[in-house]
């Protein structure tokens, strides 16, 4: 039997964090995962360079069927935080648009500064063990691996969600949580592409075709690019609203963003009134982008020979383009996953279990989603800093 102070399931960047924090306060920490390598979802992020947190990041930025949850860990350890850890590193940063920090270099500087500061606190790692069995009885944590037994009076879930099962992903989080009698909020793809059918899928011709819109779904609206795709939508617009689509809801995407519709095109007609709609479109979107919105629109000829009535109408169309998604790329191309351990469950302070002492749950494995751009890296550093820093 080995004895530890605690079990860490799940070598990502929320596990890395909760080993990292609890190690340098001297406590055994031991981190298992079943993968060859820690941190994979870090080193293929942002392209390589690992978008790491974001700036921007406030509770509201974040899905939750509590939406107030993430409030506490968020609060108590900022993008500020995790960037002077960065910079003590001496790794060299930039900001791109909409507050998202990358690595100018590679992501697996962060993974290389995780895994140092787990060393300074002599964080026990055992990659390429599947776990077997996991127990618990007289407040003690058994975990089974091969045939080793480790033993621990604080075990923390950080295996993450579903999203990206070619990584070694999965449901394990949930599996073990409901074992627990833990609820779990039924988990769904996030920042996933949405697919199209029928009369909807008018852009396959004009896959990688990207343009800005504002894509909405209810109230939710972001302003971003879009992707036309051989089966539907992607790009950051659609992956934003996708964490809130639901199946059966309706998507509209303004292709004028920005610009009131009917204005510009009565102005068009007055100013340049033998120009096309395809034409003054082109003027806005990619050119083969505007033929299609004009040809289904279905006004031909000169600005001039339209009605007004006839140009408010298209005005509307091209600022409320509706569509009604058959579904999305799933979990396959889904970056994280809407859903997970219920929080009803957790204190949002530590993340430890109410009804279960010493069982935490942190990073992606719990209900708490953030937007595209940084947002789910801070979640994972802040709720696994709350609970390394109570171990």
Not at 177 to 199: H, I, Q, S, W, Y
Request: glycine share 12%; hydrophobic share 45%; proline share 4%.
């Amino acid at each position: 039997m080995h004895l530890y102070d605690a079990i860490i399931l799940g070598a990502g960047a929320a596990g890395l964090m909760c080993a990292l924090t609890a190690g340098q306060r001297e406590r055994r920490v031991l981190l298992i995962d079943h993968a060859d390598r820690p941190g994979k979802k870090i080193l293929i992020s942002g392209g390589g360079r690992c978008n790491f947190t974001n700036v921007g990041t406030v509770s509201e930025r974040f899905i939750s069927a509590n939406p107030h949850f993430a409030k506490s860990a968020l609060n108590r350890y900022t993008p500020q935080d995790f960037l002077e850890l960065v910079e003590a590193r001496g790794i060299a940063w930039h900001e791109k648009t909409l507050g998202q920090l990358f690595c100018d270099g590679s992501a697996r500087q962060i993974v290389d500064m995780l895994l140092d500061e787990c060393a300074r606190g002599s964080v026990e790692l055992r990659l390429g063990d599947a776990i077997t069995a996991v127990d618990h009885a007289d407040g003690m944590f058994r975990v089974t691996t091969g045939g080793r037994e480790d033993h621990a009076p604080a075990l923390i879930i950080a295996t993450g969600g579903p999203s990206i099962p070619k990584m070694g992903a999965s449901g394990f989080a949930y599996d073990l949580a409901r074992r627990f009698g833990l609820k779990v909020v039924e988990p769904r793809p996030a920042l996933v592409p949405l697919t199209l059918g029928g009369d909807d899928l008018m852009f396959r011709d004009l896959s990688g075709i990207a343009t800005e819109v504002i894509a909405r779904c209810g109230r939710i609206a972001f302003r971003e690019a879009a992707l036309l795709t051989h089966r539907g939508l992607s790009g950051p617009a659609i992956l934003q609203i996708s964490s809130y689509w639901r199946r059966g809801d309706t998507i509209a995407l303004d292709f004028l963003p920005g610009q009131d519709a009917t204005e510009l095109l009565l102005a068009a007609k007055k100013m340049r009134p033998r120009a096309s709609l395809q034409t003054v479109l082109g003027d806005h979107v990619p050119a083969r982008l505007a033929h299609l919105l004009a040809e289904r629109i279905g006004l031909v000829g000169e600005l001039v020979s339209q009605t007004d009535k006839a140009l408010r109408s298209a005005a509307e169309r091209l600022s409320n383009w509706q569509f009604t998604p058959n579904g999305s790329e799933g979990f396959a191309k889904a970056e994280v996953t809407v859903g997970g351990i219920d929080t009803a469950g957790l204190s949002s302070r530590t993340m430890e279990a109410r009804a279960i002492p010493g069982l935490y749950a942190i990073g992606e494995a719990v209900d708490v989603t953030g937007w595209l751009g940084g947002y789910n890296f801070q979640w994972a550093w802040a709720s696994g800093k709350a609970a390394g820093e109570v171990l």
